[in-house]
């Protein structure tokens, strides 16, 4: 069972960027797609952004295209997510999921393993 560990996560002024980091604990994390997503307070968790096994394919939500980069290294068993250009509506409860043997999904229900989030906080 993979274990994931968002860290990153504050409060940061609009136009401003921060990185998320998600640790694994499996040491077959490299065999998982990975994908961030995200819950604003009162609405649905969304898909933000994935990556596959070997980190040559990734898929962004339109919302942050061209803003957020999705990225892993397998040795240090880590996916990376660097925002930039925040904006407010990015406030949101960050969340990494793992699956296995999947690619392309942005359904939150396809994934197995979840972590326990991190909060972004951007103000104008």
């Known amino acids: 069972q993979v274990q994931l560990v968002e860290s990153g996560g504050g409060s940061v002024q609009a136009g401003a960027s921060l990185r998320l980091s998600c640790v694994a604990s499996?040491?077959?994390?490299?065999?998982?797609?990975i994908a961030w997503f995200r819950q604003a307070a009162g609405k649905e968790r969304e898909f933000v952004a994935q990556v596959n096994w070997g980190g040559q394919s990734t898929i962004y939500a339109d919302s942050v295209k061209g803003r957020f980069t999705i990225s892993r290294d397998n040795a240090q068993k880590t996916v990376t997510l660097q925002m930039s250009s925040l904006k407010p509506e990015d406030t949101a409860l960050y969340s990494c999921?793992?699956?296995?043997?999947?690619?392309?999904?942005?359904?939150?229900?396809?994934?197995?393993?979840w972590g326990q989030g991190t909060q972004v906080t951007v103000s104008l």
């Open positions: 499996d040491y077959t994390f490299s065999a998982y797609t």
């Open positions: 999921a793992a699956v296995q043997g999947l690619w392309g999904s942005k359904v939150a229900g396809a994934y197995d393993y």
